[in-house]
């Protein structure tokens, strides 16, 4: 069971608009600015979104983060089919002193 | 560019010992926290272990306390895994990860404990 909640799955059409949320607690979203990382099955992971809403160089403007209360949302707008992957939100814990990872969201591009 | 590669991986029997390496060939390793992430097969990411840029900061994941130890060489660009009494649910690939925000990833090292 992760600390952190994510939907196991989600799924959206091309061209639409998808959100994913993750939800935690006052120890850790409720303090600390969220992680989002991608990963390509069989591949390493790599960062999307940090500090809640900032994006690496290379990253598309279509990817976007936020953060409110104890939960934070990535959203992925004008879907694409190279965006069927898995998503991985993290926060630092001030409870177990050490950070803490969502189980991961599958996105489904129909 | 940060370039990450992890080694000394491999199968080991439970509660033998391993220790990973990782090099990084970019200019900023001193400059960075470190971080051991792994994964499980077929499961998500579970952050292992972090290391402050000089060392003066060490956190661990409560179920390996007491059994690794992440340790890190700054002249070499070099962050280290030591891995003791190792048990069947260790089994995961290790990767290593550099910033603050798990900015960049190593490829990552399959670590299998099985008798």
């Known amino acids: 069971q992760s600390v952190l909640t994510q939907p196991p799955s989600a799924s959206g059409a091309p061209g639409q608009r998808v959100t994913i949320s993750c939800s935690g607690s006052?120890?850790?979203?409720?303090?600390?600015?969220v992680t989002w990382c991608q990963q390509v099955p069989g591949t390493a992971p790599k960062l999307l979104i940090h500090s809640d809403n900032q994006r690496p160089s290379g990253v598309p403007d279509r990817f976007s983060g936020s953060r409110s209360g104890t939960s934070a949302s990535l959203a992925i707008s004008g879907l694409q089919s190279v965006d069927e992957t898995d998503y991985y939100c993290a926060a630092w814990d001030d409870s177990l002193h050490g950070w803490v990872f969502g189980g991961g969201t599958k996105l489904t591009v129909l | 560019e940060v370039q990450l590669v992890e080694s000394g991986g491999g199968l080991v029997q439970p509660g033998g010992s391993l220790r990973l390496s990782c090099a990084d060939s970019?200019?900023?390793?001193?400059?960075?926290?470190m971080t051991w992430v792994r994964q499980a097969p077929g499961k998500g990411l579970e952050w292992v272990a972090s290391?402050?840029?000089?060392?003066?900061?060490?956190y661990y994941v409560d179920s390996v306390k007491g059994r690794f130890t992440i340790s890190r060489d700054n002249a070499r660009n070099s962050l280290f895994l030591q891995m003791n009494s190792l048990r069947g649910e260790d089994t995961a690939v290790y990767y290593c990860?550099?910033?603050?925000?798990?900015?960049?990833w190593g490829l990552g090292t399959l670590v299998t404990v099985s008798s």
């Open positions: 290391i402050k840029k000089d060392g003066s900061e060490i």
């Open positions: 006052s120890s850790n979203i409720g303090r600390h600015a």
């Open positions: 990860v550099s910033g603050d925000h798990f900015n960049y």
């Open positions: 970019g200019l900023t390793f001193s400059n960075n926290w």
